[in-house]
């Protein structure tokens, strides 16, 4: 009984991230191939060749991407994205959500922004315990006239779902940055521990430089 025990849970080891995945692909594809209706009928797929073909709104969402960020660069594109933004400004509800969406997308995906750029070692929810957390930047507004010293703001995801967490303002020198990657240190937290990542050797422990 123990041995069947045993070959039925190496099963599982082995079907479900293989599942788990194939329902994200296909998830994400599915999602993707919605672009497909932005085409007239007459172009589409299952009207020239006569069958669906799966993934193929992958190809027009990543062009549609492509194209955009092309058109974006110059100087037609960056009035065009200009008025656009204007035009945003005066819907109440819209202006809201799209600047704030717009602020955290800038600051995540900006090659010049410090935005989870490092992983860092906090003690958190008390001293003694402790968690990986994200460099976001440092304390700005009147925020940061009420902070005495130096400071930084960190973020700290939850496991095993690292899209929501907490917000956090310290002081510089509570905070260790680690010598891992964000990919790494985000795999750590996803697994909640169980994937590693490999140690490096270090002449001596460091002060944080953040």
């Avoid at 669906?52 to 062009?63: C, M, N, Q, R, S």
């Avoid at 799209?98 to 900006?110: A, P």
């Avoid at 130096?150 to 967490?165: Q, R």
């Amino acid at each position: 009984m123990k041995l069947v025990k045993r070959y039925f849970i190496t099963g599982l080891l082995i079907w479900v991230p293989l599942a788990i995945t194939a329902w994200v692909l296909s998830l994400i594809v599915g999602t993707m191939d919605q672009s497909l209706r932005l085409l007239p009928e007459a172009v589409h797929p299952h009207t020239v060749l006569g069958f669906d073909i799966p993934g193929a709104g992958v190809i027009l969402t990543l062009l549609i991407i492509l194209v955009t960020g092309l058109l974006g660069t110059n100087f037609i594109g960056q009035r065009l994205v200009v008025w656009w933004e204007k035009l945003l400004a005066r819907i109440p509800v819209v202006n809201s959500i799209y600047n704030s969406v717009k602020q955290v997308s800038d600051t995540l995906f900006s090659s010049s922004g410090n935005a989870f750029r490092k992983a860092l070692l906090i003690q958190y929810p008390r001293q003694g315990a402790w968690t990986i957390a994200f460099l976001t930047g440092k304390p700005g507004g009147d925020v940061a006239n009420h902070l005495s010293g130096d400071y930084v703001s960190v973020y700290v995801p939850t496991t095993p779902n690292p899209t929501s967490g907490f917000f956090l303002m310290l002081p510089k020198q509570d905070v260790v940055e680690l010598d891992m990657s964000v990919d790494e240190a985000l795999k750590y937290i996803i697994s909640m521990g169980v994937v590693a990542p490999p140690a490096r050797p270090r002449a001596a422990p460091r002060e944080s430089n953040t």
